[in-house]
């Protein structure tokens, strides 16, 4: 019989008389534990979903980003003298600047030859160390007593319990993603947003790069300014 059927018993007998069981586990006590396994499921699903990363801004207060809506991308580099324009691929490149291209062609803006603002990106990996707390528990165990009335030996069950956590330091790549944005006029940085998430190694993939911009433009709202 099964979980949708009726209490079953399962009889285990030992020849030795101290070790005489009669054990006894009913439906509900089998439900009670798969609820107990689909309730574990679900949250640590909220947990999963709620590691994403989390973006930062800063901007200057005194600027309204709704007068500008025409933009453009230009190339930074580590110093006057640096032949390297970027730090990713061509293609990571790409990705990147479509990604940020969609989000601003939500609120309105658009590529020109004559922006409003420049855009400029900076992508930074790097190793840092991730705290981790491991839960630890006691053993679980089964003890004995005798029944005088009945003369028999009787399970008792203790489950493992909680004893704390063990601290664990893990090594791990970071990256971080900048956009900014600077008034084609003035060259002055009238916004800027930034977020680290951990990655998978030094060249980001697409969906870290996609997750990203989209946790970075979720904080900006040219309505709001």
Not at 176 to 189: C, Y
């Amino acid at each position: 019989m099964g979980l949708c059927g009726q209490t079953f018993t399962t009889r285990l007998k030992y020849t030795h008389p101290f070790q005489r069981i009669c054990l006894y586990k009913t439906k509900e006590y089998i439900m009670r534990n798969v609820l107990k396994t689909f309730g574990a499921t679900a949250f640590a699903g909220l947990l999963l979903a709620g590691c994403a990363s989390v973006a930062h801004i800063e901007k200057d207060e005194s600027v309204d980003l709704a007068n500008y809506r025409n933009f453009a991308w230009i190339d930074t580099k580590e110093s006057k003298d640096d032949s390297v324009n970027s730090k990713v691929s061509d293609l990571a490149e790409r990705k990147l600047k479509d990604a940020v291209n969609a989000e601003l062609i939500k609120v309105g803006w658009k590529e020109s030859k004559k922006p409003d603002v420049f855009l400029t990106y900076d992508v930074a990996v790097e190793k840092g160390l991730k705290e981790q707390d491991n839960p630890v528990y006691s053993r679980s165990q089964t003890r004995y007593f005798f029944n005088p009335y009945t003369r028999r030996w009787v399970p008792v069950y203790y489950p493992s319990q909680l004893l704390g956590y063990d601290r664990e330091e893990q090594q791990i790549r970071e990256g971080t993603i900048t956009i900014s944005l600077i008034d084609a006029k003035t060259d002055k940085t009238v916004w800027q947003g930034w977020t680290t998430d951990e990655v998978a190694s030094r060249n980001l993939t697409s969906k870290e790069i996609q997750a990203s911009i989209k946790s970075i433009f979720r904080k900006f709202d040219v309505a709001k300014n």
